[in-house]
């Protein structure tokens, strides 16, 4: 559980140094992606949750394992 909560406050420290330092690019993505197709977002999601559990189990098995 605690691995669950480290990775969330990660999370939040990568997206608050974004908005801090890119504000201004950080809105212009938003626009854009308002403007793509939900199935297209969904499969970008989808992607990045696969990309993301591959990252994880990597830094689990491998590296953990040294």
């Known amino acids: 559980m605690t691995e669950i909560v480290t990775a969330l406050g990660l999370v939040l420290v990568i997206e608050g140094l974004l908005y801090a330092l890119l504000p201004g690019q950080m809105k212009q993505m938003m626009l854009k992606a308002a403007e793509i197709s939900?199935?297209?977002l969904r499969t970008g999601g989808l992607f990045a949750v696969?990309?993301?559990?591959?990252?994880?189990?990597?830094?689990?098995?491998?590296?953990?394992?040294s």
């Open 50 to 65: 696969g990309a993301g559990v591959a990252v994880v189990w990597i830094a689990k098995s491998l590296l953990a394992a």
């Open 38 to 40: 939900p199935d297209t």
